[in-house]
């Protein structure tokens, strides 16, 4: 079992930047590929972006493009997700998750086996 928690999230003016913690326990989750996720009021849960299990590959939403960096550091267990330019739509639950066996750019949440339980990134205009 992973146990994963999500920190770093709160309230920041558009234009801003924030970087979300994803901390792993329970096992290393340096053969897992991990992902963010979010989910805003009414609408479904998204992929944002996914990392290989080495950090060698990353992969994005291209409304995140340019803009989110994700990282891993799995000597700390820990996954990042450095967000910058931000957008009153980028306003929503972040979630980060772990991915053992389907391909690490997978956007596909049911691809992903286990789940933090998600921090707010709350984006004011």
């Known amino acids: 079992q992973v146990q994963l928690v999500e920190s770093g999230g709160g309230l920041v003016q558009a234009g801003g930047s924030l970087t979300l913690s994803c901390a792993a326990s329970?096992?290393?989750?340096?053969?897992?590929?991990m992902g963010w996720f979010r989910q805003a009021p009414g609408k479904e849960r998204e992929f944002v972006a996914s990392?290989?299990?080495?950090?060698?590959?990353?992969f994005y939403a291209d409304s995140v493009k340019g803009r989110f960096i994700i990282s891993r550091d799995n000597a700390k267990n820990t996954v990042y997700l450095e967000m910058h330019s931000l957008k009153p739509e980028d306003t929503a639950v972040y979630y980060c998750?772990?991915?053992?066996?389907?391909?690490?750019?997978?956007?596909?949440?049911?691809?992903?086996?286990?789940w933090g339980q998600g921090t707010q990134v709350t984006v004011s205009s």
């Open positions: 998750a772990a991915n053992l066996v389907h391909r690490p750019s997978s956007e596909v949440a049911g691809h992903y086996d286990y």
């Open positions: 329970g096992r290393t989750i340096s053969s897992y590929a």
């Open positions: 990392i290989t299990w080495s950090g060698s590959g990353t």
